[in-house]
């Protein structure tokens, strides 16, 4: 009888002993924000870091133009074999470790009076610092290449849906950087727009269609227009256009070279056509 009598005794005593240490720990667990080491990045609290991009993935390059794009883009394809056609329109994909954070695709193809080659290039760019976002750090990336295509910032050329932007005929083109202007402004009228310097590159463009930084079009972009020759060889016009949306940069390079030296390749409609594809590719990463 002594002997149950004190069994529940003891029972009482454990299990008020397990109680106290229950309350303890959890008083401690969740009292004054004070949590765990885990629950925070590098020593700031977890809320104050700064908020991710909006995405987390890219498009697949080589399938986001659609044939008839390329078609218009690369008219050479119609001039090629039935088997070499379907090749091209495959594309060529980019050498790359991780397709979520860089991704890219090439097209070309040789037609009888010229050559076309359109290159992609996706970022998606992540920020590591907690206290910049990946927006911000896209941005100080999207600047560098800007201020490489020799613009700044300052006011933008709209971007229009049918025609290349540019400013009226005789005014200076918005962001256009110094050189470009300069060149443009001295080049002889008897020698024609985009006329390449002795160095064999120019930037220059005809007036109104000069480098320079794009509105409506992602959060940022630019235009850049570049006209090469080396030697005898025929001369290469590439367009360039650039554009952040939110962490992603895209590049778009689209170069024409005709098969005679003696021509100089269509700046507006170089132009027209990669900020066409910039627009349809603003939107699909919209969807």
């Not at 104050?48 to 659609?66: D, H």
């Not at 295509?149 to 200076?172: E, H, N, R, V, Y």
């Not at 570049?226 to 060889?233: E, I, Q, Y």
Request: one cysteine or more; glycine letters at 12%; charged letters at 20%.
């Amino acid at each position: 009888m002594q002997r149950r009598a004190y069994a529940p005794g003891l029972a009482a005593l454990l299990a008020a002993v397990t109680a106290g240490v229950t309350g303890l720990t959890g008083c401690t667990a969740g009292s004054g924000g004070h949590g765990s080491p885990t629950d925070s990045k590098a020593g700031s609290p977890a809320e104050a870091a700064a908020p991710p991009g909006k995405y987390r993935t890219l498009l697949e390059p080589c399938g986001s133009v659609q044939r008839a794009t390329l078609r218009d883009l690369l008219p050479g394809i119609d001039h090629l074999p039935e088997e070499q056609r379907e090749h091209v329109y495959r594309g060529t994909a980019a050498v790359t470790y991780d397709t979520d954070r860089r991704a890219g695709c090439s097209w070309k193809a040789d037609g009888p009076d010229a050559s076309h080659q359109l290159t992609l290039d996706f970022e998606r760019v992540v920020s590591y610092d907690p206290a910049v976002s990946d927006d911000d750090r896209a941005q100080q990336v999207y600047t560098g290449k800007e201020s490489a295509a020799g613009l700044s910032a300052g006011p933008t050329a709209p971007l229009p849906s049918g025609s290349p932007a540019g400013p009226p005929a005789g005014a200076s083109p918005a962001g256009a950087s110094p050189a470009g202007a300069a060149a443009a402004g001295t080049t002889p009228q008897t020698a024609g727009p985009g006329t390449p310097t002795s160095t064999g590159t120019t930037t220059s463009a005809p007036e109104g269609l000069e480098p320079r930084l794009l509105a409506g079009l992602g959060d940022a972009a630019f235009l850049d227009d570049v006209l090469t020759r080396a030697g005898s060889t025929a001369q290469r016009r590439t367009v360039s256009v650039v554009f952040r949306t939110s962490n992603v940069i895209v590049t778009i390079r689209y170069g024409e070279q005709p098969g005679r030296i003696t021509e100089v390749p269509d700046s507006k409609e170089l132009q027209e056509k990669a900020q066409g594809l910039a627009r349809t590719l603003a939107e699909k990463f919209d969807e």
